[in-house]
T-cell receptor
Framework: GENVEQHPSTLSVQEGDSAVIKCTYSDSASNYFPWYKQELGKRPQLIIDIRSNVGEKKDQRIAVTLNKTAKHFSLHITETQPEDSAVYFCASVGPGYSTLTFGKGTMLLVSP | EAQVTQNPRYLITVTGKKLTVTCSQNMNHEYMSWYRQDPGLGLRQIYYSMNVEVTDKGDVPEGYKVSRKEKRNFPLILESPSPNQTSLYFC????????????FGPGTRLTVL
């Protein structure tokens, strides 16, 4: 089955810095890659996603890039703010959709 | 309001006492899933359902059962809970097609003593 590796497991940055979280996946047939943000004590919520026919997608301070050849995708957060502090999960979905496979998560801490 | 609900939100029980965690969605979604979240292990899928009366095992199904008699409901059953099932559980749903957003319920924190 699909395997998703996510790095780093923790990331500390100063407010205003950029943060990058990287994921790799194993199934070359996977074609949808969502990113979820989970604040402390809350449910995961979708923040951005990318489909396999697109190399990059941006939404204000958040961007995701996808390299299908290398089978990796990354989340980029610019001008980080304390409210960006949370756990971020990447995920991968195959064309048959039976399973949405998650990475183990990255705890991002943005210090004022 | 479109949402996924779970009950109870918190539960402390003892080993071997059967319990059910309910999950309901009002978005007419075909797909529903159960995940458990443990520190350092991320979100792991327990069971999923692609439609009424269609269920299948995820990555960690041992010790759990599910049913999908109605489209909106997808209960998680622990017939004989054990301490290693102490975890945070999330139900999720999404509409058909693999490119659609998955919505999560608020979570159920279960402690098995």
């Amino acid at each position: 089955g699909e395997n998703v590796e996510q790095h780093p497991s923790t990331l500390s940055v100063q407010e205003g810095d950029s943060a990058v979280i990287k994921c790799t996946y194993s199934d070359s047939a996977s074609n949808y890659f969502p990113w979820y943000k989970q604040e402390l004590g809350k449910r995961p919520q979708l923040i951005i996603d990318i489909r396999s026919n697109v190399g990059e997608k941006k939404d204000q301070r958040i961007a995701v890039t996808l390299n299908k050849t290398a089978k990796h995708f990354s989340l980029h957060i610019t001008e980080t703010q304390p409210e960006d502090s949370a756990v971020y999960f990447c995920a991968s979905v195959g064309p048959g959709y039976s399973t949405l496979t998650f990475g183990k998560g990255t705890m991002l801490l943005v210090s004022p | 309001e479109a949402q996924v609900t779970q009950n109870p939100r918190y539960l402390i029980t003892v080993t071997g006492k059967k319990l059910t965690v309910t999950c309901s969605q009002n978005m007419n979604h075909e797909y529903m899933s159960w995940y458990r979240q443990d520190p350092g292990l991320g979100l792991r899928q327990i069971y999923y359902s692609m439609n009424v009366e269609v269920t299948d095992k995820g990555d960690v199904p041992e010790g759990y059962k599910v049913s999908r008699k109605e489209k909106r409901n997808f209960p998680l059953i622990l017939e004989s809970p054990s301490p290693n099932q102490t975890s945070l559980y999330f139900c999720a749903s999404r509409s058909g097609g693999n490119l659609n957003e998955q919505f999560f319920g608020p979570g159920t924190r279960l402690t098995v003593l």
